[in-house]
């Protein structure tokens, strides 16, 4: 079974830049969960979502959105970028809203200049 | 208000020996999960052991095991028989609240010498 996978895996933008980052989960499972990891802030929840609706969101400004499909791959959106939101984005899945493993990808690192 | 505290910025340990890395928690909710995450220098969190409140057994996976005192509000994760390979960051994490998020200590870095 393949696991939870992220693209791209690094990103160079600019500042005042949008980015669109994606994250399959694992087959079958229905809840996606980002999250922005930095070296001041540690892991940060951003989102989770489940079938298609956003259940759950952390504590993050408007310029970070995200979306599902239905076939539970998820997208989030970063918009008019900041130096701050240089970080690296975890995606993970479980297979329902309360499994007892979330499963992370790789991330994907971000850097704005 | 969720939270997970790990005090221990850095650890080292030798080769083969046992190391302890502590974790606690803080939640009003009676139903809550208790997770470890190893995350090496590539970068992916690999999940390690849970252990639900209800559970009156302490979790194991092989050479890891969490010491779950509830009462105490801890969560401790045990590594026996250290290798090279498990020098890397490890987190602590709780999924509880109304919305069953989870919520991550700051983490302890693992460095096994040789």
């Known amino acids: 079974k393949a696991g939870v996978t992220q693209t791209p895996r690094y990103l160079i933008k600019t500042r005042g830049q949008q980015v669109t980052l994606s994250c399959s989960p694992i087959?079958?499972?229905?809840?996606v969960s980002w999250y922005q990891q930095t070296p001041g802030q540690g892991l940060q929840f951003l989102f989770e979502?489940?079938?298609?609706?956003?259940?759950n969101k952390g504590n993050f400004p408007g310029r970070f959105s995200g979306r599902q499909f239905s076939n539970s791959r998820s997208e989030m959106n970063v918009s008019t970028l900041e130096l701050g939101d240089s970080a690296l984005y975890l995606c993970?899945?479980?297979?329902?809203?309360?499994?007892?493993?979330?499963?992370f990808g790789p991330g994907t690192r971000l850097t704005v200049l | 208000a969720q939270k997970i505290t790990q005090t221990q910025p850095g650890m080292f340990v030798q080769e083969k020996e046992a190391v302890t890395l502590d974790c606690t928690y803080d939640?009003?909710?009676?139903?809550?999960?208790l997770f470890w995450y190893k995350q090496p220098s590539s970068g992916e969190m690999i999940f390690l052991i849970y252990?639900?409140?209800?559970?009156?057994q302490n979790a194991t996976e092989g050479r890891y095991s969490l010491n779950f005192q509830k009462a105490r509000k801890s969560a401790n994760l045990v590594i026996s028989a250290s290798q090279l390979g498990d020098s890397a960051m490890y987190f602590c994490?709780?999924?509880?609240?109304?919305?069953?998020?989870?919520?991550f200590g700051t983490g302890t870095s693992l460095t096994v010498i040789p």
């Open positions: 993970a899945s479980s297979f329902d809203r309360w499994g007892n493993e979330q499963f």
């Open positions: 087959s079958g499972h229905r809840s």
């Open positions: 979502y489940f079938s298609e609706t956003q259940r």
């Open positions: 939640t009003s909710d009676q139903s809550y999960g």
């Open positions: 252990q639900g409140s209800y559970d009156e």
């Open positions: 994490a709780m999924r509880a609240g109304t919305g069953n998020q989870f919520y």
